[in-house]
């Protein structure tokens, strides 16, 4: 059965609200590189960023930009290989995001788990446990993939 909320799961609900946060950071920096990458004030790129549909849709038009942005003082392959480090993290965010999430008390008495709705039902691999400290080490390595990025952007002297 599905579940609505975390009640007596703290510590995942703590992990989970660190994540968007750690994301929201990962999200504003994108945001800054459009706004490099295309010459654009920051307001103009925060609401031409919201306005494309998809996540993977907002980092192709970026890299698409990157080609023909003419910029001597920033390292282009390291921008790129970095939106690309962020990137690759999307696919389990939206998981734990997208997903149904359910209770199992036949499993392991009570244990939290996401629905993998693209595996056959029934199958070994449709539930997948939610563990607190895989969330906080993906929530860690966003932040840390995006300082790499912020840093590539901005960088200090």
């Known amino acids: 059965m599905t579940i609505d909320h975390l009640g007596g799961h703290d510590d995942i609900a703590l992990a989970l609200g660190?994540?968007?946060?750690?994301?929201?950071?990962?999200?504003?920096t994108l945001v800054h590189a459009m706004a490099i990458?295309?010459?654009?004030?920051?307001?103009?790129?925060?609401?031409?960023?919201?306005?494309?549909?998809?996540?993977?849709?907002?980092?192709?038009?970026?890299l698409a930009m990157i080609p023909d942005w003419e910029a001597s003082t920033y390292d282009k392959p390291a921008i790129i290989k970095a939106i690309d480090a962020i990137s690759g993290l999307a696919s389990t965010r939206n998981s734990w995001v997208h997903n149904s999430w359910?209770?199992?008390?036949?499993?392991?008495?009570?244990?939290?788990?996401?629905?993998?709705?693209?595996v056959p039902r029934g199958s070994q691999n449709q539930l997948k446990p939610v563990k607190a400290h895989d969330i906080r080490h993906h929530a860690e390595t966003v932040i840390s993939r995006t300082?790499?990025?912020?840093?590539?952007?901005?960088?200090?002297p």
Request: no cysteine; aromatic share 12%.
């Open 37 to 62: 990458v295309g010459s654009l004030d920051i307001n103009q790129a925060n609401s031409g960023f919201y306005r494309i549909p998809t996540f993977e849709s907002r980092v192709k038009f970026i």
């Open 147 to 156: 300082k790499i990025l912020y840093g590539l952007l901005f960088p200090q």
């Open 18 to 28: 660190n994540m968007i946060v750690a994301w929201s950071g990962a999200e504003a």
């Open 102 to 118: 359910v209770a199992d008390v036949s499993l392991g008495g009570g244990g939290i788990f996401v629905v993998n709705a693209r």
